[in-house]
């Protein structure tokens, strides 16, 4: 495992005590469906990227949206699946931040409008996923990688390992998997839940453990396709993970990335000085969303680019 420490950018320094601030008074809220409305409105407000076609669609009987940059890779795809606690979030919402992505690994993306709990609790999600990236096979797509942020960052994950399998008959494994931010332990076991609770702007155990209790209804939080840490890693194809410090999922991600290692697979973890949960989506605002996009597009670039 390679571990990469990035500092704050002294630019940053005034952007992050602002979001700090301005997050204070509703940590530690529990977070329900009544939150999606707003959600989905602080994430359609990120910028869009210059010229990315966005058009709906379906993949594999999941509905959807493909961001399709100029001059994209041919034959490569990603699939992008989103964050917000499985309970949360939209594929419209995310339209924008996928974009951002797509327009710089230079990959038709499709964001995935997989189901939410608790209408439809775990597996659904999953299973929304694999059938989505098993879509993109069947159209075609020669190289796929797998993209996700929170949530969708562990799911990204746990669908890897679920197509790396290959006891499972998977004949198209994933090309590699980028995260930001990803939720891969659903027991909340992790050190810094009490070393970063402080630091923590947005999260606390307590909403995470509600969260999940929701997401799972009563299923087993061991459960490798919603745990993805506690699986098997071997055969997992090259794997990037940037994560703020200031994050109480900041254990587990470098636990991630450590066990991967060990486990053979090229995997990395960015740590970002400063930042918080899913920071990325603060282009405009913060410096090291732009530098951690960049380079996640650059990991993307290469992995698809060159077979």
Known sequence: MIRFDHPLDPGDASAAQANREARAAAKGTPLGIDARTAFDARKSAIPAADNVAVTAANVGGVPGFWCRPANALPGASILFLHGGGYLLGSAQAFTNFAGQMAARAGADTFVADYRLAPEHPFPAAFDDAVAAYEGLVEQGSGRIAVVGDSAGGGLALAVVARLADAGRGVTHRPAAAAVMSP?????????????????????????????????????????????????????????????????????????????????????????????????????????????????????LREHLGHR
């Open 183 to 299: 939720w891969v332990d659903m027991t909340l076991r992790a050190d810094s839940y009490v070393t970063r609770a402080e630091a923590d702007p947005v999260f606390t155990r307590a909403v995470l453990q509600e969260i999940a209790d929701t997401y799972l209804g009563g299923e087993d939080p061991t459960n490798p396709m919603a745990s993805p840490l506690l699986g098997a890693l071997e055969g997992l194809p090259p794997i990037r993970i940037d994560i703020g410090d200031d994050e109480v999922l900041l254990d587990d991600a470098v636990r991630y990335a450590t066990r991967a290692a060990a486990a053979g697979v090229p995997a990395s973890v960015h740590v970002w000085k400063g930042m918080p949960h899913v920071f990325q989506t603060g282009i405009g605002r913060f410096i090291a969303a732009e530098k951690s996009m960049n380079a996640i597009g650059a990991f």
